[in-house]
C-alpha cells in the first residue's frame, strides 16, 4: 500500500474554550498524523494564551500565527501560505474530530485522483435524545448537509495557491467556503466527500443568537455578483427564507408609508401582510423547537426581529459589493 500524502492541519481560532477540546481529540486519533498544526490566533487583542498544552503528543507540531483580528477568511489564507506539505486540512476551534479521523483521513487523500482539489469531512451535530432540538440546534444540525463546509475540508495546497485562497472580502464564517468551493472547481479540480467524520457540538446560546447570525446575509450579494444567480444549485446551498422576508419587510414599509399618507385600507392590507408572514416564519420555528415557554417567547420575539435585520444586511452588502470582481480579476 502506497503512503498517505502528508497534511498541515490549520485551526482559525479566537481562543474560545472549545479550541482545547478540538486540539485534544486531534491529538487522540490514531493513525497518520499531521506534518504540522498550524493555529492562527485572530484575537484582535489576545487575553492570555491558547491551551496548546492539550495538544498533547502534538505539542511539538504546533505552529502558532497571529492575524489581529482580520476574519476567519483571513486567518485561514495565512495558515495555508505556510504550509509545505501537498495537503492543508482545515478545521474550525469548534469541532472535534473522531478516534479513527487520522485513519480515514490517509485513505481519503491516499485515494483522490489527480483531478481531486479538495474532499470534504462529514459532520455530525448530536442533539439531546429526549427533547426536541431549540432553533440554535436546528442551524448547527443543518451543518451536517452543508456542502464543502471548512468546518473540516481538505483542500490541496495546490488548488489554494492557484485560486488565490479564501476571498477576504468575506468577513464572517459564512459563504466564503462556497466561494472557494466554485473557484476550485471553476479552475478545474472536483471536489468530494471523504470518509473521516467529525462532530460538531451543539454549543449553549442565548435566545437571541439567531440575530447577529443575520449578518451572514450581507454574503449573498457578492455570491451573486461574483458567480450569477444560479450559484446557490452549483454550491448545493439552501436557499433560506430571504425572499421571504423581503416581502414581509417590504409588506412593513409599504404599511407605514400608506398609514401617513392616509391611506387606510392600503395601509391595512400591508399590515395584513406583515401579520401573516410573521405569523408564519414563527409558527414554523415553534413547531419544530421543545416547546417550552422560553422558547416560544424567543421565537416570537426573533421572528418580529430577523426579517428586517436580514433583508438590511443583505443592501449592505449589495451596496458594498456593486462592483466586485472575482478574486485576482479573473472571470
Same mark, same amino acid.
Given at each position: 500500500?502506497?503512503?498517505?500524502?502528508?497534511?498541515?492541519?490549520?485551526?482559525?481560532? %479566537?481562543?474560545?474554550?472549545?479550541?482545547?477540546?478540538?486540539?485534544?481529540?486531534? !491529538?487522540?486519533?490514531?493513525?497518520?498524523?499531521?506534518?504540522?498544526?498550524?493555529?492562527?490566533?485572530?484575537?484582535?487583542?489576545?487575553?492570555?494564551?491558547?491551551?496548546?498544552?492539550?495538544?498533547?503528543?502534538?505539542? /511539538?507540531? %504546533?505552529?502558532?500565527?497571529?492575524? *489581529?483580528?482580520?476574519?476567519?477568511?483571513?486567518?485561514?489564507?495565512?495558515?495555508?501560505?505556510?504550509?509545505? +506539505?501537498?495537503?492543508?486540512?482545515? &478545521?474550525?476551534?469548534?469541532?472535534?474530530?473522531?478516534?479513527?479521523?487520522?485513519?480515514?483521513?490517509?485513505?481519503?487523500?491516499?485515494?483522490?485522483?489527480?483531478?481531486?482539489? $479538495?474532499?470534504? $469531512?462529514?459532520?455530525?451535530?448530536?442533539?439531546?435524545?429526549? #427533547?426536541?432540538? +431549540?432553533?440554535?440546534?436546528?442551524?448547527?444540525?443543518? &451543518?451536517?448537509?452543508?456542502?464543502?463546509?471548512?468546518?473540516?475540508?481538505?483542500?490541496?495546497?495546490?488548488?489554494?495557491?492557484?485560486?488565490?485562497?479564501?476571498?477576504?472580502?468575506?468577513?464572517?464564517?459564512?459563504?466564503?467556503?462556497? /466561494?472557494?468551493?466554485?473557484?476550485?472547481?471553476?479552475?478545474?479540480?472536483?471536489?468530494?466527500?471523504?470518509?473521516?467524520?467529525?462532530?460538531?457540538?451543539?454549543?449553549?446560546?442565548?435566545?437571541?443568537?439567531?440575530?447577529?447570525?443575520?449578518?451572514?446575509?450581507?454574503? @449573498?450579494?457578492?455570491?451573486?455578483?461574483? @458567480?450569477?444567480?444560479?450559484?446557490? +444549485?452549483? !454550491?448545493?446551498?439552501?436557499?433560506?427564507?430571504?425572499?421571504?422576508?423581503?416581502?414581509?419587510?417590504?409588506?412593513?414599509?409599504?404599511?407605514?408609508?400608506? =398609514?401617513?399618507?392616509?391611506?387606510?385600507?392600503? =395601509?391595512?392590507? *400591508?399590515?395584513? #401582510?406583515?401579520? %401573516?408572514?410573521?405569523?408564519?416564519?414563527?409558527?414554523?420555528?415553534?413547531?419544530?423547537?421543545?416547546?417550552? !415557554?422560553?422558547?416560544?417567547?424567543?421565537?416570537?420575539? +426573533?421572528?418580529?426581529? %430577523?426579517?428586517?435585520?436580514?433583508?438590511?444586511?443583505? &443592501?449592505?452588502?449589495?451596496?458594498? @459589493?456593486?462592483? !466586485?470582481?472575482?478574486?485576482?480579476?479573473?472571470?
Amino acid at each position: 500500500m502506497t503512503a498517505a500524502p502528508a497534511y498541515t492541519v490549520v485551526v482559525p481560532t %479566537i481562543g474560545r474554550p472549545c479550541l482545547a477540546e478540538c486540539l485534544r481529540a486531534l !491529538a487522540a486519533a490514531d493513525g497518520h498524523p499531521p506534518h504540522e498544526v498550524v493555529l492562527v490566533d485572530d484575537r484582535p487583542t489576545p487575553d492570555g494564551d491558547l491551551p496548546l498544552d492539550s495538544a498533547g503528543v502534538l505539542l /511539538d507540531r %504546533i505552529r502558532t500565527l497571529r492575524t *489581529c483580528g482580520k476574519g476567519r477568511a483571513a486567518a485561514r489564507n495565512a495558515g495555508w501560505r505556510t504550509v509545505e +506539505t501537498p495537503w492543508t486540512v482545515f &478545521l474550525d476551534d469548534d469541532v472535534q474530530v473522531l478516534p479513527d479521523w487520522a485513519r480515514l483521513l490517509a485513505e481519503d487523500l491516499r485515494e483522490a485522483g489527480e483531478d481531486v482539489g $479538495g474532499i470534504q $469531512g462529514r459532520l455530525r451535530a448530536p442533539l439531546p435524545p429526549d #427533547l426536541r432540538p +431549540t432553533d440554535r440546534e436546528h442551524r448547527t444540525k443543518g &451543518l451536517e448537509n452543508a456542502a464543502w463546509a471548512t468546518a473540516d475540508m481538505a483542500y490541496r495546497t495546490e488548488a489554494l495557491a492557484r485560486v488565490g485562497g479564501f476571498d477576504e472580502r468575506f468577513p464572517r464564517a459564512f459563504r466564503e467556503d462556497a /466561494d472557494l468551493a466554485l473557484r476550485v472547481q471553476r479552475a478545474g479540480w472536483s471536489l468530494c466527500r471523504g470518509r473521516r467524520v467529525t462532530r460538531h457540538p451543539v454549543r449553549p446560546a442565548h435566545w437571541w443568537a439567531s440575530l447577529p447570525a443575520q449578518r451572514g446575509n450581507a454574503g @449573498h450579494a457578492p455570491m451573486n455578483r461574483l @458567480h450569477g444567480p444560479d450559484w446557490w +444549485t452549483r !454550491a448545493q446551498a439552501p436557499r433560506g427564507r430571504l425572499r421571504r422576508h423581503l416581502v414581509v419587510t417590504g409588506a412593513a414599509l409599504a404599511g407605514a408609508v400608506c =398609514a401617513l399618507a392616509g391611506r387606510r385600507r392600503a =395601509a391595512g392590507v *400591508c399590515a395584513a #401582510l406583515w401579520t %401573516i408572514g410573521t405569523a408564519e416564519f414563527a409558527l414554523a420555528r415553534i413547531l419544530t423547537g421543545p416547546r417550552t !415557554a422560553r422558547e416560544i417567547a424567543g421565537m416570537l420575539g +426573533t421572528s418580529v426581529l %430577523i426579517p428586517p435585520l436580514a433583508v438590511r444586511h443583505w &443592501l449592505r452588502g449589495a451596496l458594498r @459589493h456593486r462592483r !466586485a470582481q472575482p478574486l485576482g480579476g479573473a472571470g
